[in-house]
């Protein structure tokens, strides 16, 4: 997705979960889906692997909602 707007704003993330902990040292991939499209939101699916043996280590949510420059939602004209 791209958005041609520099209003972004992250939503608090509202779901991590670990399925391994991560040890020092491991290099963590992060694959970012795209899995709703709103009106002025894109929430994506996020997924930590670790990236010599691909094993999974976290998946979570995270939102980010389009605003104007007072902080308000606005819409963000994107297609999904």
């Known amino acids: 997705i791209y958005c041609h707007k520099n209003n972004l704003s ?3 993330v509202f779901l991590i ?4 902990p991560t040890k020092a040292g491991e290099i ?3 694959l970012w889906e ?3 499209v709103g009106t002025t939101s894109v ?8 990236m010599l043996d691909q ?4 998946s979570g949510k995270i939102v980010f909602v389009t605003v104007d420059d007072e ?8 297609k999904s």
């Not at 979960?17 to 391994?20: D, V």
């Not at 929430?43 to 670790?50: L, P, Q, S």
Request: proline share 6%; charged share 35%.
């Open 10 to 12: 992250r939503k608090p």
């Open 17 to 20: 979960r670990i399925t391994k």
């Open 28 to 30: 963590i991939e992060l």
């Open 34 to 36: 795209v899995s709703h």
């Open 43 to 50: 929430e994506f699916t996020i997924v930590g692997k670790n």
């Open 55 to 58: 094993e999974n280590r976290f």
């Open 71 to 78: 902080g308000k939602k606005t819409p963000h004209h994107l």
